[in-house]
């Protein structure tokens, strides 16, 4: 989860799982999967890095790094 800010000033948490695509015209959209556009105040790469910090924390990153040690195969 991802805690960002509405236009308005209000805060809104969204699951960084269900993003789908961001963009800066210049305020950021983000487009969730099921289609809903929120607009929010944080620049993208804001979001990005919030986004990567809650991957890292529920251990989806480091499950999609393969191990590089191929001793005992």
């Keep these: 989860m991802v805690r960002l800010t509405r ?3 209000k805060p809104l948490v969204i699951n960084a799982l269900m993003i789908e ?3 800066e015209t210049p305020d950021t959209i983000i487009t969730l999967i099921n289609g809903k556009k929120i607009m ?6 804001v979001i990005m890095e919030q986004v990567v910090q ?3 924390r529920i251990g989806a990153v480091q ?5 590089t040690n191929t001793e005992g195969l």
Aim: hydrophobic share 50%; charged share 20%; net charge negative.
């Design 7 to 9: 236009m308005n000033g």
């Design 21 to 23: 695509s961001m963009e």
């Design 40 to 45: 929010v105040l944080e620049a993208e790469a």
């Design 54 to 56: 809650f991957l890292q």
């Design 63 to 67: 499950a999609t790094i393969k191990s």
